[in-house]
């Protein structure tokens, strides 16, 4: 029974902390992305008010 | 006459017990008076209903001498069983009624009598049926004024553990049943918990407000440092399986969904908490909410020992490089690329960071500020004082005063600590390999605990240095902290869906 239940908390931290850096990851490099395409179109002077 | 005032005093009340219990008594050993008593009554309500005079006769005599159904005029409306019913059972309460049967109910409406004497069977938190003794919900009433001194004397989270401790408070008050349903009403603390707690509103509102409040500029500015925040939730998944083994000691069993339900704690995160607990494990809603909020008021004192232990004092004089300006189209895109990334990542974590956009965005286009403002401040307080009192209406005996609840407690530090050197073990790796010098005790901002957790890393920071601000360096972390233990709760979500 305890073994049972952890090899899926095992589980539950594996694909837990790897949806959650992949989700960071891809936040990253959509922040990149963005800042640099904002740059491309020379957007990125704008400040907020 | 002065001086005799408390005597005075002291003299009625004790004349005032001394009453009631001869009524008490007399009640018991005279079962004949009160027999006696009841043909006075008898012959009040004959002469009532004798009475020819309708300006005289009560509603309740009208409804006695109404013809039988069988002769009655047609359209008119026979009286039903259940009227009658009620009819008789007033007509025996009247006649059954006696002084000292008065003061007899009197006392057992009392709440020192139902603390004494009050006896019920409910439902634990592992669902097995537990009888709860009157003195139970007399510690219950301690618990919550305790959680009232914290909040008051102590400055732990006020604006969250006084509507809590205040709920825990009224829900234990014998009688008046709040946080249940009496005659088929149910108590004002129900109400508030059916209303936004159980159905998870109230958390979701509270997100709104926290992302009209957050600026994700820090973040944006420093997107690498985010990974902290991803790295803090090592707590919440790592205490998953110290909840599994808590199941080894006798009188622990925690099933797979309520590990996640307490792990979630790690995260620092009130709303998160509460919103998973709803999700998973409702009957551990109060334990978890208090320890949260508890934990989350306790990071000063618990992350220093922590950061102290996994860093040198060089590392902590480390100075971090200025952050570059980040723009208007930026912020205002960024709560657009967190949600488009929810929705193709996971779904289930769309609620929490769907209404955190929602707040963000409304934030940052600048075209709605009375939006903003009443997210900001109103709708942001209404939400706080409800969800509160609904979780302290869950603060029961069969659902506080349980082994679990001392699970939670120990559980919840250990996902609390574990979440802060997470986030600190990363930030000295990347500090290993990045040309720009990270700080490493901004990693353990990586836990929510907004703005609080960063706050604590500044300080430490100054101890070392005291030319060093790291505030909004540490801020990138924190609120990225904030989307990481969201993301862990979607991810909680979907595996039990």
Same mark, same amino acid.
């Given at each position: 029974?305890?073994?049972?239940? /952890?090899?899926?908390?095992?589980?539950?931290?594996?694909?837990?902390?790897?949806?959650?850096?992949?989700?960071?990851?891809?936040?990253?490099?959509?922040?990149?992305?963005?800042?640099?395409? /904002?740059?491309? /179109?020379?957007?990125?002077?704008?400040?907020?008010? | 006459?002065?001086?005799?005032?408390?005597?005075?005093?002291?003299?009625?009340?004790?004349?005032?017990?001394?009453?009631?219990?001869?009524?008490?008594?007399?009640?018991?050993?005279?079962?004949?008076?009160?027999?006696?008593?009841?043909?006075? +009554?008898?012959? *009040?309500?004959?002469?009532?209903?004798?009475?020819?005079?309708?300006?005289?006769?009560?509603?309740?005599?009208?409804?006695?001498?109404?013809?039988?159904?069988?002769?009655?005029?047609? =359209?008119?409306?026979?009286?039903?069983?259940?009227?009658?019913?009620?009819?008789?059972?007033?007509?025996?309460?009247?006649?059954?009624?006696?002084?000292?049967?008065?003061?007899?109910?009197?006392?057992?409406?009392?709440?020192?009598?139902?603390?004494?004497?009050?006896?019920?069977?409910?439902?634990?938190?592992?669902?097995?049926?537990?009888?709860?003794?009157?003195?139970?919900? #007399?510690?219950?009433?301690?618990? =919550?004024?305790?959680?009232?001194?914290?909040?008051?004397?102590?400055?732990?989270?006020?604006?969250?553990?006084?509507?809590? =401790?205040?709920?825990?408070?009224?829900? @234990?008050?014998?009688?008046?049943?709040?946080?249940?349903?009496?005659?088929?009403?149910?108590?004002?603390?129900?109400?508030?918990? %059916?209303?936004?707690? !159980?159905? &998870?509103?109230?958390? #979701?509102?509270?997100?709104?407000?926290? $992302?009209?409040?957050?600026?994700?500029?820090?973040?944006?500015? @420093?997107?690498?440092?985010?990974?902290?925040?991803?790295?803090?939730?090592?707590?919440?998944?790592?205490?998953?399986? =110290?909840?599994?083994?808590?199941?080894?000691?006798?009188?622990?069993?925690?099933?797979?969904?309520?590990?996640?339900?307490?792990?979630?704690?790690?995260?620092?995160?009130? +709303?998160?908490?509460?919103?998973?607990?709803?999700?998973?494990?409702?009957?551990?809603?109060?334990?978890?909410?208090?320890?949260?909020?508890?934990?989350?008021?306790?990071?000063?004192?618990?992350?220093?020992?922590?950061?102290?232990?996994?860093?040198?004092?060089?590392?902590? *004089?480390?100075?971090?490089?200025?952050?570059?300006?980040?723009?208007?189209? &930026?912020?205002?895109?960024?709560?657009?690329?967190?949600?488009?990334?929810?929705?193709?990542?996971? +779904?289930?974590?769309?609620? #929490?960071?769907?209404?955190?956009?929602? !707040?963000?965005?409304?934030?940052?286009?600048?075209?709605?500020?009375?939006?903003? *403002?009443?997210?900001?401040?109103?709708?942001?307080?209404?939400?706080?004082?409800?969800?509160?009192?609904?979780?302290?209406?869950?603060?029961?005996?069969?659902?506080?005063?349980?082994?679990?609840?001392?699970?939670?407690?120990?559980?919840?530090?250990?996902?609390?600590?574990?979440?802060?050197?997470?986030?600190?073990?990363?930030?000295?790796?990347?500090?290993?390999?990045? *040309? %720009?010098?990270? @700080?490493?005790?901004? !990693?353990?901002?990586?836990?929510?605990?907004?703005?609080?957790?960063?706050?604590?890393?500044?300080?430490? $920071?100054?101890?070392?240095? +005291?030319?060093?601000?790291?505030?909004?360096?540490?801020?990138?972390?924190?609120?990225?902290?904030?989307? !990481?233990?969201?993301?862990?709760?979607?991810?909680?979500?979907? #595996?039990?869906?």
């Amino acid at each position: 029974m305890i073994m049972d239940l /952890l090899s899926k908390a095992l589980m539950i931290i594996l694909v837990g902390m790897g949806v959650v850096f992949a989700f960071i990851m891809l936040m990253i490099t959509a922040i990149h992305l963005n800042a640099w395409i /904002l740059k491309t /179109l020379g957007k990125d002077q704008e400040q907020p008010k | 006459m002065k001086k005799n005032k408390p005597l005075i005093m002291l003299i009625t009340l004790v004349g005032l017990i001394l009453i009631g219990c001869l009524g008490y008594f007399s009640a018991r050993a005279n079962p004949l008076a009160s027999a006696k008593d009841q043909e006075k +009554p008898a012959g *009040r309500e004959k002469q009532i209903t004798d009475e020819n005079d309708p300006r005289q006769a009560s509603p309740r005599s009208v409804v006695q001498t109404a013809p039988e159904a069988g002769s009655m005029p047609a =359209g008119a409306r026979p009286i039903g069983r259940a009227q009658k019913a009620r009819e008789e059972r007033d007509k025996a309460n009247l006649r059954d009624f006696s002084f000292a049967k008065f003061l007899k109910s009197i006392l057992k409406t009392t709440g020192v009598y139902a603390f004494l004497n009050d006896k019920q069977t409910a439902l634990s938190a592992s669902g097995k049926p537990v009888t709860i003794h009157g003195w139970q919900s #007399l510690i219950m009433v301690m618990v =919550g004024l305790v959680l009232l001194w914290l909040g008051v004397a102590k400055n732990f989270e006020p604006l969250l553990l006084i509507p809590i =401790g205040f709920g825990t408070l009224l829900v @234990n008050v014998p009688i008046a049943n709040m946080g249940g349903i009496s005659n088929g009403v149910p108590g004002f603390l129900k109400i508030v918990y %059916e209303a936004g707690v !159980g159905n &998870e509103l109230f958390p #979701l509102i509270i997100f709104m407000g926290i $992302g009209a409040l957050t600026d994700f500029g820090p973040l944006i500015a @420093n997107p690498k440092l985010s990974l902290l925040g991803a790295a803090a939730q090592i707590g919440v998944f790592g205490t998953v399986i =110290g909840a599994v083994l808590m199941n080894l000691i006798p009188g622990f069993s925690y099933t797979l969904q309520e590990a996640c339900a307490i792990s979630i704690i790690g995260g620092a995160d009130g +709303p998160t908490s509460i919103y998973i607990a709803a999700n998973l494990a409702p009957h551990l809603l109060g334990p978890i909410a208090v320890a949260a909020y508890s934990y989350m008021a306790l990071v000063p004192l618990i992350q220093p020992p922590i950061m102290r232990a996994l860093t040198t004092p060089s590392e902590r *004089r480390i100075r971090m490089k200025q952050s570059r300006p980040v723009g208007k189209t &930026e912020k205002i895109l960024f709560p657009i690329i967190i949600v488009m990334l929810c929705i193709l990542l996971i +779904p289930a974590a769309a609620p #929490l960071i769907g209404t955190l956009a929602f !707040g963000n965005f409304i934030r940052e286009i600048g075209i709605v500020d009375r939006l903003v *403002r009443t997210l900001q401040n109103e709708l942001l307080n209404i939400a706080s004082i409800l969800l509160s009192l609904g979780v302290g209406a869950q603060m029961t005996p069969e659902k506080f005063m349980q082994p679990s609840t001392l699970g939670i407690i120990v559980l919840g530090l250990v996902a609390f600590s574990l979440g802060s050197a997470g986030g600190i073990l990363l930030a000295k790796l990347m500090n290993k390999f990045s *040309r %720009e010098p990270i @700080n490493p005790l901004i !990693g353990s901002a990586g836990v929510s605990a907004v703005p609080m957790a960063a706050r604590v890393s500044h300080k430490m $920071g100054q101890e070392a240095d +005291p030319g060093n601000y790291l505030i909004m360096r540490a801020m990138a972390p924190n609120v990225s902290g904030v989307i !990481g233990t969201a993301i862990a709760a979607g991810v909680m979500i979907a #595996l039990f869906k």
